[in-house]
């Protein structure tokens, strides 16, 4: 199995400003992922975060909105840019193993006011 | 749509009764996994289960796939107040790595 942390585990920001959320994961994974949950919703997938290389997004999310790194096996980061209210969602980290397992991280709560 | 579509949507039952969740998807799939969610929190990851698989166990949870009918249950049995929770099922379509969830079964059991 995997162990995900996340922080922050939750924040509260003003619209226009940005946040970047971290990911760590306690051993090596082969792909790590960002999901999206907005209130009362399903995960939405953000994107794939490549290790050393830029993310591959899903459509209607774009590296402007939501610049994702991944500078080793282990750690990603992402950013919510420019936050508008519409962002106030869950934002979880996701970390797929060797046997094929996902693993999610805490998730981190932005409230956007 | 790729998405697996849990049923039923919510769920309300007693202490010590099974509480049984199912999840359809409408493609060939590599596997399956189901997730328990308390209250806006992460994901807890209770069972994977693959397409060349029939049944697995897991303590009190039960999970089964027909692949045929292109559908997943899963059965927690002699369930406790601390079940309650949202349940998703994430369906990973052949040649794909990503896991894509449908809108999940929200499970209340009362003490």
């Known amino acids: 199995s995997a162990v995900i942390s996340q922080k922050p585990s939750r924040d509260i920001c003003q619209r226009g400003t940005s946040l970047t959320i971290q990911c760590q994961v306690d051993?090596?994974?082969?792909?790590m992922f960002w999901y999206r949950q907005q209130p009362g919703q399903s995960l939405t997938l953000i994107a794939t975060?490549?290790?050393?290389?830029?993310?591959?997004?899903e459509s209607g999310f774009v590296i402007d909105k939501f610049p994702i790194s991944r500078p080793n096996l282990t750690f990603s980061t992402l950013t919510v840019s420019n936050m508008s209210p519409e962002d106030s969602s869950i934002y979880l980290c996701?970390?797929?193993?060797?046997?094929?397992?996902?693993?999610f991280g805490p998730g981190t709560r932005l409230t956007v006011t | 749509s790729q998405q697996g579509e849990e049923d039923p949507q919510a769920l309300s039952i007693q202490e010590g009764e099974n509480a049984t969740m199912n999840c359809s998807y409408k493609?060939?799939?590599?596997?399956l996994q189901w997730y328990r969610q308390n209250s806006g929190r992460g994901l807890v990851h209770l069972i994977l289960?693959?397409?060349?698989?029939r049944e697995k166990h897991s303590g009190r949870l039960r999970v089964t796939l027909d692949t045929s009918k292109k559908s997943s249950s899963l059965l927690i049995t002699a369930s406790r107040a601390a079940d309650t929770a949202s349940y998703f099922c994430?369906?990973?379509?052949?040649?794909?790595?990503?896991?894509?969830f449908g809108k999940g079964t929200k499970l209340t059991v009362n003490p």
């Open positions: 996701s970390g797929l193993t060797g046997t094929y397992e996902q693993y």
């Open positions: 051993s090596q994974v082969t792909m």
């Open positions: 975060a490549n290790q050393g290389s830029e993310a591959t997004y």
């Open positions: 493609t060939s799939i590599n596997n």
């Open positions: 289960i693959r397409s060349n698989e």
């Open positions: 994430g369906i990973k379509v052949g040649g794909s790595e990503k896991l894509v």
